[in-house]
Each structure stands twice: as C-alpha cells, then as structure tokens.
C-alpha cells in the first residue's frame, strides 16, 4: 500500500535543550495502524505534536514529514497557516488523551461535536452530529449530545471525540494515549472504536495489550530513536530494549513482570553510541562508542548476526 505519512531524518530539540527526537524515519501506510510505544520521554508525543505543530515555541525541528493522499503531499514540518488549515482536521484528525480535559464543561456535547464543523468555517449539517455519534456506537444520539461532559462516562465521551476527530474523513488519526484516563474494559472497545473508525490511525499507547489488539505493526522508540519497527514485534521482540519492554509488562499467568535496571539518557546531554548500551545486557564495546543504524527492522548489529 502506498505510504499516507513518510517521515525522514525528524529531529526535535526543546527550549531547554533537550533533545526529544534524533533522526525519527518511518512510513505510515494507507488503511495501516501504526504503533509507537517506549517509557515516557522516548519521543512518542513529541512526534504527534510535531506533526500538528503544536510544539512549544523556541524548539528546534528539522527533517521531514510528508502526509500524501494521491493528489496532494502536505510537508508538516515547518508548514505555513495554509498548510495547517489543510492538516489540522482535513488530512490529520486527532483525539486527545483524557476527554474530560479536552472538552469545555460548560459547552454540551452537541456543541464540542459540531465545533469540527464550525472550525472550518462549515455549517454543521442538519443530523450530522447525530449520525457521527452513532457511527462510534452512541445510542440515542439526540438526547445524549444535549447532555454536558460530566454526565457522560470517559469512554463515552471519547467515543465523542473520536466522532469529531473522523468528521472531514481524515486521511490520518493522530491518537496520543487515547485510553489512559479509561478502565482496562472501556480502554479496548474504545481502540476497538477508533480503529475502525480511522483510515490510518497512528496510535501512543502505553499498555502492550492494547497495542498487541490493533496495531498492524509497532515502533519501538527509545531515547528520540525508533529501535524496532514491524510486524509481530511484540510476540517476537530482537531488540533487547523491545525484550525488557515486554518482560516489563505484567501478563497474567506469567509471574511479576521483570524490572528493567538503570534509566534513560539526559536528552540534554550528547549521546556517543547506543543510547541503551548502558542499561543493556548483550552490549558490546562497539555499542558504547557506534551508533547502530535501523537496518532489517531493527537498530542492533549484535542481534542482527
């Protein structure tokens, strides 16, 4: 399938100095959901807002990030008003991570919903809002989107943002932690939801089940660097990152979850050779002083002998 979303050599550095992504470069392909999970401050959401320009002001970025629906290729970074009129809402659809957080308590739901419309410039159509609430599985949508946001549950009122979010048939979903704020039953038949919902869906999500349910391949980041991407990463993981990711992750059944030692580099400091050789168990003297490339799916030369 064609790609819908390349990105190349992406750097993002903050005010502060850090360095949050180091040269990110991945594919997205049309009807595809895509994957990234990593610990927190491995570069997952800085990835989305960088994509929708939603960086603070004063970070550095460089690199590219083509989002191709066949006529048009929209570069993302660095885009002009013009551009982010076209991505935000038309090529890029996003749903944000807590949904009571994301939604104004005094505005009904009704309102949050057709303002996807209203942002555009576009009247909302007559039942519009109605039909988009029950396409992700809220009944009686007329009474319902009367309601406020603190009377209805997280997961319903995620669904709603979702609702929002596929309003102009985004070629993209952007969905940053979708789940985190919802209880482990809601959190999966609200993935269920949105990858239906979605065309392509690039997803940050912290639970690996969740991930393992609905990702037709995963991206494993790691201090700003993807350090394995595929297929089937989660049930074979080769990086030894990816191996103490997944071991981590408590499993029914399996014993406690095994605690991966040490903690990821200052993004503020210079990194010389594999940013995971000090906390890794196979690495070599090689690994502290080359930094390995992403080859054959995976950015390890030990593992990849």
Do not use: N
């Amino acid at each position: 399938m064609a790609a819908v979303l390349s990105v190349r050599g992406l750097h993002v550095a903050y005010p502060d100095g850090t360095r949050a992504l180091r040269g990110i470069d991945l594919d997205l392909a049309d009807g595809e959901c895509l994957a990234l999970v990593g610990e927190s401050g491995s570069g997952k959401s800085t990835l989305m807002r960088a994509l929708l320009s939603l960086l603070p002001k004063g970070s550095r970025v460089t690199g590219s990030a083509v989002v191709d629906d066949g006529d048009e290729a929209v570069q993302a970074v660095g885009a002009g008003r013009a551009a982010l009129r076209r991505l935000r809402g038309g090529l890029l659809g996003h749903v944000a991570q807590d949904p009571h957080a994301a939604a104004d308590p005094l505005w009904g739901v009704g309102r949050h919903l057709r303002e996807a419309w209203r942002a555009r410039g576009i009247r909302p159509p007559a039942g519009a809002a109605e039909k988009r609430a029950e396409a992700v599985g809220i009944g009686d949508a007329k009474a319902r989107l009367r309601q406020y946001p603190h009377q209805w549950s997280g997961g319903m009122l995620q669904r709603a943002h979702i609702a929002g979010a596929g309003v102009h048939g985004p070629l993209i979903t952007l969905a940053d932690e979708p789940t985190s704020a919802l209880d482990a039953g809601l959190a999966a038949t609200t993935l269920a939801v949105l990858r239906e919902d979605a065309r392509a869906l690039l997803l940050v999500c912290h639970d690996l089940r969740h991930v393992a349910a609905v990702a037709d391949r995963v991206a494993v980041l790691y201090a700003g660097r993807v350090v394995e991407i595929g297929a089937g990463v989660l049930e074979r993981p080769r990086h030894p990152y990816t191996r103490a990711l997944v071991a981590a992750t408590p499993r029914p059944g399996h014993g406690l979850p095994v605690e991966l030692p040490g903690t990821p580099p200052d993004g503020r400091r210079e990194i010389t050779g594999c940013a995971f050789a000090p906390r890794c168990g196979v690495a070599e003297k090689a690994c502290r002083t080359e930094d390995p490339a992403l080859a054959e799916g995976v950015a390890c030369p030990v593992v990849r002998r």
